[in-house]
Every structure is written in C-alpha cells, then in structure tokens.
C-alpha cells in the first residue's frame, strides 16, 4: 500500500484547508484510514480516522467540530477538511492506513504511512 498525502500549505488564522490521501496497492486489505500530526519537538497526535468496513469516524476530541475526516466512494482517496484553523495546527499531517480494529488513535496500529504534507498557521 503507497499513500500520498497532499494540500497542505500555509494559511492564516481562521481559514480553511483540505488534505488530501490517496492510496494505491493493496488498499481492499486496510480496513481503516487515519490522519496523525506532529508539531516539531511534539509526538505524533491522532487526528482523525475512518473505518472503510463500518464508515464509522473517529476524531480526537479537542478536535471535533473543526476536523472532519471523508472518504471518496472508490475508498482511493481520504479527506481531512480543517477549518478554522489555529496557529497551534502547524504540524506536518501525516495519512496511514492498516488493518486497525481497536485504538484508532495509536501510531501503533498502523501499517502504512505518507509522506507527511506540511501545514503551517499563521496569526
């Protein structure tokens, strides 16, 4: 499985940005997809995550209400939609993928990773 993350960029406080992860490979094997972050000199941070066999969401809870993780119908591409975004947001995003059944929020869990896409707030 390859995920390309993509769509970060700078913005300022306030405004918006969508993330884009496609995935290619054996991606009918990954039962969920997930967005993880990661400030300098921070830990990774659960974000968001999406099961493809339930089309249950999860999302860290101080995160709810600006974050909101989809899906195209094709289950190729995941979607981060950030809104209203605060310069506490700056971090690299990072997409992942595996065949996570429990603990959506652990890095652990996961067995592919992206690249990372750079987003960076400014105020």
């Known amino acids: 499985v390859q995920l390309q993350a993509s769509g970060g960029g700078l913005v300022q406080a306030g405004g918006s940005l969508r993330l884009s992860c496609a995935a290619s490979?054996?991606?009918?094997?990954?039962?969920?997809m997930g967005w993880f972050r990661q400030a300098p000199g921070k830990e990774r941070e659960f974000v968001a995550a999406l099961n493809s066999r339930t089309g249950g969401t999860y999302s860290a809870v101080s995160l709810k209400g600006r974050f909101a993780i989809s899906r195209d119908n094709a289950w190729n591409t995941v979607y981060l939609q950030m809104n209203s975004l605060k310069p506490e947001d700056t971090a690299v995003y990072y997409c992942?993928?595996?065949?996570?059944?429990?603990?959506?929020?652990?890095?652990?869990?996961?067995?592919?990773w992206g690249q990372g896409t750079q987003v960076t707030v400014s105020s």
């Open positions: 992942a993928a595996g065949t996570v059944s429990a603990n959506y929020d652990s890095p652990g869990k996961y067995d592919y």
């Open positions: 490979g054996r991606t009918f094997a990954m039962t969920v």
